[in-house]
T-cell receptor, first 115, second 118 residues
Framework: GENVEQHPSTLSVQEGDSAVIKCTYSDSASNYFPWYKQELGKRPQLIIDIRSNVGEKKDQRIAVTLNKTAKHFSLHITETQPEDSAVYFCAAHLGMNTGFQKLVFGTGTRLLVSP | GAVVSQHPSWVICKSGTSVKIECRSLDFQATTMFWYRQFPKQSLMLMATSNEGSKATYEQGVEKDKFLINHASLTLSTLTVTSAHPEDSSFYIC??????????????FGNGTRLTVT
């Protein structure tokens, strides 16, 4: 099936700690994996993305890793700050072999960073 | 650049009425637009893929006669919720990809429409 699984559903950390969110996908032909941050009542904001031709990408405190063989990718946030508190969604571009390509979202992780 | 304008941002309607939501790409053309629905504390669920000049592709379980999609131009897609019921109350978000970009490029999201059916 076409699905993206995400863990954990909630994550509480202390300010300054690291946070890791993991996702798995089903379509081995998927080639694009974005991560979004969504604050209450607002649209999701793209924070980082990775394509299937690379294994890791970093942008300041945020990094994403991709393991194509295992079909999983992870978001790493270092030196977390209270303003990082939000819901984070992974997504995967699925349907690459069907002609009906679409972006499917994971179930979301509610991150709470305590001061 | 790459702005998607979605209107209205919120709407309250009575049960049985219809509501139209517009999604416009302001500075790029979009052959394909996507409509998502998000219930409270849940993920974004793809409802349908809107294709310019042709019929929309609906996800399994989404009623095409209830959620009418029209993509008449390269910059405008509309979603009409017909005969709305309280269970249709949700956050509806559209997104679009620049037709000049590859399939593995970012989607651009509208600000969403919060629909409340009373």
């Amino acid at each position: 099936g076409e699905n993206v699984e995400q863990h954990p559903s909630t994550l509480s950390v202390q300010e300054g700690d690291s946070a890791v969110i993991k996702c798995t996908y089903s379509d081995s032909a998927s080639n694009y994996f974005p991560w979004y941050k969504q604050e209450l009542g607002k649209r999701p904001q793209l924070i980082i993305d990775i394509r299937s031709n690379v294994g890791e990408k970093k942008d300041q405190r945020i990094a994403v890793t991709l393991n194509k063989t295992a079909k999983h990718f992870s978001l790493h946030i270092t030196e977390t700050q209270p303003e990082d508190s939000a819901v984070y969604f992974c997504a995967a571009h699925l349907g690459m072999n069907t002609g009906f390509q679409k972006l499917v979202f994971g179930t979301g992780t509610r991150l709470l960073v305590s001061p | 650049g790459a702005v998607v304008s979605q209107h209205p941002s919120w709407v309250i309607c009575k049960s049985g009425t219809s509501v139209k939501i517009e999604c416009r790409s302001l500075d790029f053309q979009a052959t394909t637009m996507f409509w998502y629905r998000q219930f409270p504390k849940q993920s974004l669920m793809l409802m349908a893929t809107s294709n310019e000049g042709s019929k929309a592709t609906y996800e399994q379980g989404v009623e095409k006669d209830k959620f009418l999609i029209n993509h008449a131009s390269l910059t405008l897609s509309t979603l009409t919720v017909t005969s709305a019921h309280p269970e249709d109350s949700s956050f509806y978000i559209c997104s679009a990809r620049d037709r000049g970009r590859s399939s593995n490029s970012p989607l651009h999201f509208g600000n969403g429409t919060r629909l409340t059916v009373t």
